[in-house]
């Protein structure tokens, strides 16, 4: 994993957050995105991609990246935003939404000085640079990456509960074949992507 980090700090950069986004290809729920600013010493060891970790070492590097962090947002937008806007405008502003929300530890807000993003390229008056699969080669980013992706299975747990026929804690609001077959049983939720599944009957 790259430091890029370690080379914007040298030049000045103080508050560098890093963000990426979880839920984009869901049929169910909100796309959320994180921003974190990590410390620029003490680097925790083993954080990657949350794709190519296990859960269980997804929820050990979540608590590890939240006790550690400098400041930490989050931000989301729902399933009837999603379809007024399309996806990718919703991603952008679960992004800036995030930025806007960064907060330490004793909630103080905090405005990053530059901004690290995986692929993408957001509306903000806030210096940027976008790291293709930054998620894989930028230490920041993968902390975002772990801690949005945490955060939404959390969400998901929570959204289960009230719509307990579809299984939304197993496959997290994802197109899988057991998910499609209850959208077609039960027809989509009022939490479903409108613009995603109204083609279910050529599932």
């Known amino acids: 994993m790259e430091n890029f980090e370690e080379e914007y700090s040298n030049n000045g950069y103080k508050y560098i957050a890093g963000i990426d986004e979880v839920g984009r290809g869901s049929l169910f729920g909100d796309v959320l995105a994180c921003s974190i600013i990590m410390p620029l010493e003490n680097r925790i060891e083993g954080v990657t991609d949350s794709k190519k970790l296990s859960r269980k070492k997804r929820d050990y590097y979540y608590e ?5 962090m400098v400041a ?14 399309n996806i990718k405008n919703a991603t952008h502003l679960a992004m800036i939404k995030s930025v806007k929300n960064l907060r330490n530890k004793y909630d103080k807000q905090i405005r990053p000085d530059l901004l690290l993003i995986d692929a993408e390229h957001i509306e903000a008056d806030i210096e940027q640079v976008s790291i293709i ?3 894989d ?6 902390c975002a990456s772990i801690v949005a992706k945490v955060y939404r299975d959390k969400l998901c747990e929570i959204w289960a509960k009230s719509y307990p026929e579809y299984g939304i804690d197993k496959h997290m609001g994802y197109g899988t074949k057991k998910h499609r077959e209850m959208i077609k049983l ?4 009022d939490m479903h992507r409108k613009t995603f599944v109204k083609n279910s009957e050529n599932w």
């Open 72 to 85: 930490v947002g989050i931000g989301r937008v729902n399933a009837n935003l999603i379809d007024k806007i």
């Open 137 to 142: 080669k930028c230490y920041t980013i993968a």
């Open 64 to 68: 590890l990246i939240l006790k550690n």
């Open 186 to 189: 039960y027809g989509p939720s």
């Open 133 to 135: 699969k930054g998620d």
